[in-house]
């Protein structure tokens, strides 16, 4: 069974540019999470979807980050414009269920971006 | 709120056990724990519920205590596989469906 896909794996951009991260879950997954983690602290959730609609994007800077699900499958996570606080390794994650407590997350290699 | 997890870091060698806690301000649902190696994703290792009982596979298992709202994970007889950061992740019974991960134990094992 393949994994979670996700590209780029590393991008390097300069503050105040856009960025784009896709995402490909597991195969009928139907919830996908996207996480940021800065280098030494845990995970944190920016937005998840249950198929087509959003669940929880209280976390998600609105301002500048923007995500969508397509069809419920595909995702991706976009940033414009980027700001130095925002270099970080983006996760992507998909679990089969729709309930958090009973399924485990499947997590992507991640894109390490580095903003300059 | 975010969990918070103790130690921040262990170092031990081949054979030794070790004990990872997790604790949450807030009433838990269920309590999650990862692995994520060095420059890898995070790796799923087991989920506890409310009411459930101790899980374990192998030698590394794990409890929850509703009551005080914790979670310890137990490694024992560690491997040299076993290195690298153990996150929790905890479901609070007000909010379910929303996972909130730790701050992180990095765990070195030396032969």
């Known amino acids: 069974e393949a994994g979670v896909a996700q590209s780029p794996r590393y991008k390097i951009i300069e503050k105040r540019q856009s960025v784009a991260f896709w995402c490909n879950p597991i195969?009928?997954?139907?919830?996908l999470y996207w996480y940021q983690q800065i280098l030494g602290q845990g995970p944190k959730l920016l937005i998840q979807?249950?198929?087509?609609?959003?669940?929880?994007d209280s976390q998600l800077p609105k301002d500048r980050f923007s995500a969508e699900r397509l069809k419920g499958v595909d995702s991706t996570l976009k940033i414009q414009p980027a700001k130095l606080e925002d270099s970080a390794v983006y996760l992507c994650?998909?679990?089969?269920?729709?309930?958090?407590?009973?399924?485990?997350?499947?997590f992507g290699p991640g894109t390490r971006l580095t903003v300059l | 709120q975010q969990p918070v997890q103790s130690p921040q870091a262990v170092i031990l060698r081949e054979g030794e056990d070790a004990v990872i806690n997790c604790s949450s301000s807030?009433?838990?649902?269920?309590v999650h724990w990862y692995r994520q190696k060095h420059g890898e994703a995070p790796v799923f290792l087991m989920i506890?519920?409310?009411?459930?009982e101790q899980k374990g596979h192998e030698k590394i298992s794990a409890s929850f205590n509703e009551k005080k709202q914790q979670s310890s994970l137990y490694l024992t007889a560690s491997q040299l596989s076993y290195s690298g950061t153990y996150f929790c992740?905890?479901?609070?019974?007000?909010?379910?469906?929303?996972?909130?991960f730790g701050t992180g134990t990095r765990l070195q094992v030396f032969p």
């Open positions: 994650a998909s679990s089969p269920g729709t309930a958090s407590s009973y399924n485990e997350q499947f």
């Open positions: 195969s009928g997954h139907a919830t």
């Open positions: 979807f249950q198929n087509n609609g959003v669940v929880d």
């Open positions: 807030k009433a838990l649902y269920s």
């Open positions: 506890l519920l409310k009411g459930g």
């Open positions: 992740g905890t479901e609070s019974s007000y909010n379910t469906d929303k996972l909130i």
